[in-house]
């Protein structure tokens, strides 16, 4: 636990007061009427995103009708097979990193909340969207010591505005290998795609065998061959560079093997590595593709209710205790000045580009942490009062709602959610007419001449895509050229799915958030 100075129990009372009445006045800005029509809408529409940022031949039940088939020569050049997989954002570059990342949080989100998302109808969509990009991944580990981590070149993408069907620029393939490692990208793909072979363990057992094995070959790779990506790579560095280096991602690969597993082998590593790669040393507030440490904390901390793992409980503890600073910090409850920022109307701010991925992330580990609290019946205590699960579940929501339109703007920051969301989204593709119904081709400036200046909203509706955000006063500008808060990326949207799943189980009991637990235990 976080060490707490009990000495002054009336400034403890006093934070703990401020903290609920944050919260109370949160609820009465959001002040509206939420059912649970409201979040599995808002759980269908995510799902279409990703059918919208597929790359490769589209599949006969392919919803977003829009899109074409696109990179069907992608690795041509290089001799392999790289055509599929998902472009991140606004452009047409498929960056492995945030891919795998992706795919780790679609995943996770299923592992915890499936039957939630299964009772929406929405599982086999689910299901559909973590295999477009592991089906991707087994292509691009093509040998044990080898990855393909990007196609395309940000830097010819971003002269360019044309629809994906369209593409003139380069779709040039690169790789690591023994000579070129890349231990952070080969350990959140690796994650990936143990996170998912837990996923389909049970509906499709040789699929997930299959991606267990790439997943434990990618491990030893980037574990013997270690390195930073981008410093294999130079072209990344501008768009998704390493900047937490890759311990974060190895310690995150090692523990998604080991729930995938169970094979002892794999906590040791977290145990033994705990230190020297910053899991237990590092206090983090934030999480995101790149830096990994507070889901690894949370991670950890949720494994350590494991009877086998009792043996590791000072260590465990001490994931715990960094996990806790972590939904502290974003609760306003620390008191070292650690503590994130938030917006007047109430949120999370961690920086100016695309803020929205780290409110999403942290909702999403807002909600399971809120479990963990349940399962072991204790309040987290942070240095300026206790919290209990019920606390962060509603601080969780009041986000969510944030997002799906609850704010200043009265604006849904999930693109179709609502009557007033991002109309101008940065996107190549929403922005010009549809290929299926103009297939005429648009050349790499003709996009910028005709398209990407126009005031009118996009002829394409982005549905699910989660934008940029507001800026720190809560203040959003729908402009396609504001990418700052315009564009959306696949990892912002990625950790609401299980969220929004959640979100809906809990208003179909019928019950407020206070209630929810003790329902729960009394249904079961």
Aim: charged share 20%; net charge negative; aromatic share 14%.
């Amino acid at each position: 636990m976080l060490n707490i100075n009990h000495n002054n129990a009336l400034t403890s009372t006093k934070s703990v007061l401020h903290f609920h009445s944050l919260l109370f006045i949160t609820f009465t800005f959001l002040s509206a009427t939420v059912t649970a029509a409201y979040y599995a809408d808002a759980l269908s529409k995510s799902l279409l995103y990703f059918e919208a940022q597929r790359s490769g031949r589209l599949p006969y039940n392919q919803r977003v009708m829009w899109r074409d088939h696109s990179g069907l020569t992608d690795g041509l050049e290089q001799g392999v097979d790289l055509i599929g997989g998902y472009y991140d954002a606004g452009d047409h570059v498929k960056f492995g990193l945030p891919m795998a990342f992706t795919v780790t949080m679609l995943s996770w989100g299923i592992i915890e909340y499936g039957d939630a998302i299964q009772n929406v109808g929405e599982l086999k969509h689910a299901l559909e969207a973590i295999k477009w990009g592991t089906d991707y991944f087994i292509k691009a580990h093509s040998s044990p010591n080898v990855l393909w981590v990007e196609v395309g070149d940000g830097d010819t993408d971003h002269y360019c505005w044309q629809r994906p069907e369209d593409m003139t620029t380069s779709r040039r393939a690169h790789k690591i290998d023994e000579a070129n490692p890349g231990s952070d990208v080969a350990g959140e793909t690796a994650a990936a795609m143990a996170a998912a072979s837990i996923v389909f363990r049970k509906i499709n057992p040789h699929y997930s065998h299959l991606l267990l094995h790439h997943a434990q070959q990618l491990f030893e790779f980037g574990d013997k061959y270690r390195g930073k990506y981008d410093e294999s790579i130079e072209v990344v560095k501008n768009y998704y560079a390493s900047v937490s280096g890759y311990k974060d991602e190895l310690l995150w690969a090692a523990l998604w093997l080991y729930k995938a597993t169970d094979n002892e082998e794999y906590m040791r590593y977290t145990i033994d590595n705990a230190l020297s790669f910053g899991g237990i040393g590092w206090s983090i507030s934030e999480f995101s593709w790149d830096v990994k440490f507070a889901g690894v904390q949370i991670l950890a901390s949720q494994l350590s209710t494991k009877e086998n793992n009792k043996r590791y409980k000072n260590t465990l503890e001490e994931y715990h205790s960094k996990a806790q600073y972590y939904i502290c910090s974003c609760l306003n409850m620390n008191n070292n000045g650690s503590n994130v920022d938030r917006t007047p109307g109430g949120l999370l701010y961690i920086r100016q580009w695309n803020n929205m991925q780290y409110v999403s992330s942290a909702t999403f580990l807002f909600t399971i942490y809120s479990d963990f609290l349940r399962t072991k019946n204790v309040v987290l205590q942070c240095p300026k009062g206790d919290i209990t699960g019920d606390d962060i579940l509603r601080f969780a929501k009041s986000q969510v709602d944030y997002i799906l339109g609850l704010n200043p703007m009265n604006m849904s920051y999930l693109v179709g959610y609502g009557s007033n969301y991002p109309k101008r989204v940065h996107h190549r593709g929403a922005s010009i007419v549809p290929y299926r119904d103009n297939k005429a081709f648009i050349g790499c400036t003709q996009g910028y001449d005709y398209w990407y200046g126009r005031v009118d909203p996009n002829p394409n509706v982005l549905v699910g895509a989660l934008v940029g955000g507001p800026d720190f006063e809560d203040n959003f500008t729908d402009v396609r050229g504001n990418y700052v808060q315009t564009e959306a990326c696949t990892y912002n949207t990625a950790p609401l799915v299980g969220v929004f799943a959640k979100l809906n189980e809990l208003e179909g009991l019928n019950v407020g958030v206070n209630d929810y637990y003790s329902s729960i235990a009394s249904s079961k």
